[in-house]
């Protein structure tokens, strides 16, 4: 008879590298501090994805970790053009179910856990098949999650009339509450299938046997004690919460790009990097002010830049594979390279960014709050420039500005609505970059050893994660007794 004689995760990965990413670092973790073996599943849309190089960035993974990339999943038929980007990976990772079950079948013992991120929680119906522990990992904050478990739970009129009529803060018991213009999109379009998504997702994740948040106690303590309280959150207290985070990348050891090369000659904390994360992009009309504005701040930059949409939206982030982009250049100010080619290095389409918010020489982060780059920046003690742009990434820079948090700078405008000018976007740099005294700084350089102490063993989120190793030792016991019989 084969028994598995590790706890043997399955995790399964919602298309976009910022959903691959975390999953990838948590099934490491658990692989190289818990005694594990893992394996990760990847819903793609591409056939392309494993070739393209920023996957194999990513590459490679420890012993023990098996990455599979299911066929790629086709939902031409199911949408229309209107259909929300968030709503087509809902259909994908349902259409994903059957190649996931069958991957599933086919090996000689089913796996010990699966693990699944927000979007693929219908998969847990099948960890119950194979008697299989079922976790959720939240790839954002504790404040998403308790959010999300609240909404279904809320009456109608208070989301419709309260918080989108009336523009009113949707109370969370226990928790920060939600500002309107920070709001995401299911809540506002509650005609649209992407809310009845949510909702389901919301119902979804209290029937785990565990939550994973990739959050420490140290930075969401009280949202995480709100999680805890029947009184406060309802259901959710009957459900675990394990903050394990922040898991993020390490810098690539040795990996010595351009980029890398260049700030190795920058001064100390003197260069903002700018970036909107694995596919985030500007209008034509704000990529151009934002470029003055960086001119203009007479401060050191590095600048991920892409060419600009029409409009904002999340396309990019999710079939984003590392194209090149040739044309970038033709949509910045005449002359601005010229210019500016002693201060400021602009590098097409994707950089190396845990190595570069690592760099002794990076001073702030000009970010569009995705929660990777937000733990990244924390990890590094950067402060950053809140620009969010979709998804929730308006809460993350709710919380990380100065009432919360207190790492980042906020622009008045919202970036999606209006546009944020080239003198604020100076004033905003300089404040980060010139001021090394500032409260900001202080505070995320505080936070960069509290997230360390998290993870080393015996701090809080590693006790997390052992606490579901526990758990997993316990059922592997019992499947290898059954099999044994
Ligand atoms: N990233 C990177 N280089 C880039 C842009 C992004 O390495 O040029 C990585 C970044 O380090 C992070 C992820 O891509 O780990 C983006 O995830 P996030 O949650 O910040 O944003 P999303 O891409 O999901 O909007």
């Known amino acids: 008879q084969y028994l598995n004689t590790r706890p043997h995760a399955a995790l399964l990965a919602s298309p976009g590298l910022g959903h691959l990413i975390p999953i990838l670092e948590l099934a490491k973790r658990l692989v190289s501090s818990h005694g594990f073996q893992a ?11 494993s070739k393209s190089p920023i996957f194999k960035e990513l590459l490679p993974v420890p012993d023990q970790l098996n990455l599979v990339l299911l066929p790629p999943v086709d939902i031409s038929n199911l949408i229309t053009p209107s259909t929300l980007i968030l709503t087509q990976l809902a259909i994908m990772m349902r259409e994903a179910l059957p190649s996931f079950r069958s991957q599933i079948l086919a090996m000689k013992i089913p796996p010990t856990a699966l693990i699944v991120d927000l979007f693929g929680t219908e998969a847990m119906s099948i960890a119950e098949d194979f008697n299989m522990l079922k976790y959720v990992f939240i790839t954002s904050t504790a ?45 506002l379009l509650r005609n649209d299938p992407i809310y009845v998504e949510y909702l389901r997702m919301g119902l979804n994740i209290p ?9 420490w106690q140290g930075l969401e303590s009280s949202t995480l004690l709100a999680l ?10 009957q459900v675990p919460v394990y ?14 790009s351009e980029v890398l090369c260049w700030l190795d000659e920058q001064p100390s904390e003197s260069v903002i990097y700018v970036s909107f994360g694995s596919g985030g992009t500007l209008s034509a009309k704000q990529t151009i002010e934002l470029a003055w504005g960086l001119e203009s701040s007479k401060q050191r930059f590095v600048w991920v830049i ?3 949409t029409v409009d904002n939206d999340a396309a990019g982030a999710l079939f984003q594979t590392g194209r090149g982009c040739n044309d970038f250049l033709s949509f910045l100010p005449d002359g601005f390279l010229t210019r500016t080619s002693n201060m400021g290095l602009v590098v097409p389409q994707w950089a190396p960014q845990t190595g570069i918010l690592s760099h002794p020489s990076i001073g702030g982060f000009l970010s569009h709050c995705g929660w990777n780059s937000t733990l990244e920046s924390l990890a590094s003690g950067v ?3 809140a620009w969010p742009l979709y998804a929730e990434q308006k809460m993350n820079a709710a919380m990380l500005t100065d009432d919360h948090i207190g790492v980042a700078i906020r622009s008045k405008a919202s970036p999606t609505e209006d546009l944020v000018t080239r003198e604020e976007i100076e004033t905003m740099v300089r404040k980060i970059i010139e001021d090394k005294g500032d409260s900001r700084r202080i505070r995320a350089k505080s936070l960069q050893s509290s997230a360390e102490k998290a993870l080393r063993k015996g701090g809080s989120s590693y006790n997390s994660l052992s606490q579901v190793a526990n758990d997993c030792e316990i059922r592997l016991r019992y499947l290898n ?3 044994q019989g």
């Open 39 to 49: 394996t990760v599943f990847v819903v793609t849309t591409d056939s392309s994805l």
């Open 143 to 187: 404040w998403f999650l308790a959010l999300t478990m609240h909404v279904p739970t809320v009456d109608d009129g208070v989301i419709e009339d309260d918080h989108v009529k009336n523009r009113r803060p949707l109370l969370i018991p226990g928790c920060m509450s939600l500002p309107f213009e920070d709001t995401i999109e299911p809540l």
């Open 207 to 215: 029937t785990a046997d565990g939550i994973l948040v990739n959050t």
């Open 228 to 237: 805890k309280d029947t009184k406060k959150l309802g259901k959710a207290n």
């Open 243 to 256: 903050p394990v985070g922040p898991l993020v990348r390490a810098a690539k050891p040795g990996a010595r």
């Open 306 to 308: 892409r060419p600009p």
């Open 383 to 385: 402060p950053m420039i």
């Open 481 to 483: 007794s059954r099999i």
